[in-house]
């Protein structure tokens, strides 16, 4: 079951410059997406979260961009830190099924000083 | 800030054991959900509740598995007899009353369970 994809297993991205992560699902009826991070042996964390009535939401350093047409999300980090460093999960779910959680397989973003 | 706490952290078990994971939820929360990562892999969705029954459920949560809220405060999974697949990270996460936006899940730290 691959409903919701990170193809890029690692990223590595130099202290203040942008780290895009990138989020592809396969399920239209996906109403709501989110961005977790997470540490080895700790739960994921929130980070931030999109409705899928919105193109485009924004909190502090952390956007995330909505491309509903081309099932297409992503995160943006600017400036990075390397305490962002972490894994990076999108999730995603549908109001009408009980708003379960799918995730993908997380990236793991390596902010170097 | 609120947080969704669980316990234990680790639990090492023989297989066949029956093992209780619990949870304590963010107070004004009324979805609860279980989760787990086996190793290396995604985290995967086990089972939802709301209004004190399942909501949804996966294949993975076979009647091996049950869920409760003994005590209308914690929220616990069982195992009745645990396998060896049965090793994984367990997460609880925690979700307050819906509105037409969908709200947030909220997760705990997990308990890493092993079954030898």
């Known amino acids: 079951d691959q409903q919701v994809k990170q193809n890029s297993p690692s990223l590595s991205v130099q202290e203040g410059r942008i780290s895009i992560l990138n989020c592809d699902y396969t399920?239209?009826?996906?109403?709501?997406f989110l961005w977790y991070k997470k540490y080895p042996a700790e739960g994921p964390t929130f980070l931030i979260s999109?409705?899928?009535?919105?193109d485009k939401n924004e909190d502090g350093r952390f956007t995330v961009f909505l491309n509903k047409s081309a099932k297409h999300l992503s995160l943006h980090i600017v400036p990075s830190q390397p305490g962002d460093s972490a894994v990076y999960f999108c999730?995603?779910?549908?109001?009408?099924?009980?708003?379960?959680?799918?995730f993908g397989q997380g990236t793991e973003l390596s902010v170097k000083p | 800030e609120p947080e969704v706490t669980q316990t234990p952290s680790h639990q090492v078990t023989q297989m066949g054991q029956e093992v209780i994971l619990r949870c304590v939820p963010i107070?004004?929360?009324?979805?609860f959900y279980w989760y787990r990562q086996i190793l290396g892999q995604k985290v995967e969705f086990l089972v939802s509740?709301?209004?004190?029954?399942?909501?949804?459920k996966s294949e993975i949560f076979d009647d091996q598995f049950s869920v409760e809220r003994p005590d209308g405060s914690n929220f616990t999974l069982k195992i009745r007899s645990t396998k060896l697949e049965d090793s994984a990270m367990y997460f609880c996460?925690?979700?307050?009353?819906?509105?037409?936006?969908?709200?947030?899940?909220?997760f705990g730290p997990g308990t890493r369970l092993l079954v030898l």
């Open positions: 999730a995603a779910s549908n109001y009408n099924q009980g708003g379960k959680l799918i």
């Open positions: 399920n239209s009826m996906f109403d709501y």
């Open positions: 999109i409705s899928s009535i919105k």
């Open positions: 107070s004004n929360h009324l979805y």
């Open positions: 509740f709301y209004n004190n029954e399942i909501s949804e």
């Open positions: 996460a925690t979700k307050a009353p819906t509105s037409y936006y969908q709200e947030t899940q909220y």
